[in-house]
């Protein structure tokens, strides 16, 4: 009988012990797809205030550090069908060409070429 007690315990410590390792791996996971999103953010506000580059239709790249890690960005800007308005994509990955872990989209007034009269 005490064999068969021990051997339950066991059975269920380690159940236990697989789901605590589950748990930390995705409380890892949330916290690198939050920075993630925050690094999103930063590098599409940076861009549509033209803190980063005169902003017009094209494709950037950079790399941020939040909390002591770093996060390679791509944005993508293009203009709006019919529009004076540019939608900038970014997208953040843990690695340079690594899985997308965030993508953010805002949007700006594209830069208008007045045509002056002679």
Known sequence: EVLAALAIIAIALMAVIQTTGMSTKQLA?????????????????????GLEHTLTAGVWQGVDTI??????????ASQ?????????????????GGPVLNRFVTYAPAQVKSHANP
Request: aromatic fraction near 12%.
């Open 67 to 76: 909390m002591g890690r770093s996060f390679y960005w791509s944005a993508k």
């Open 80 to 96: 709006l069908p019919q529009s004076y308005a540019l939608e900038i994509v970014v997208s953040v990955a843990a690695r340079q």
């Open 29 to 49: 996971r949330g916290q690198e797809v939050a920075y993630a999103h925050w690094v999103a953010r930063n590098a599409g506000l940076r861009l549509q205030l």
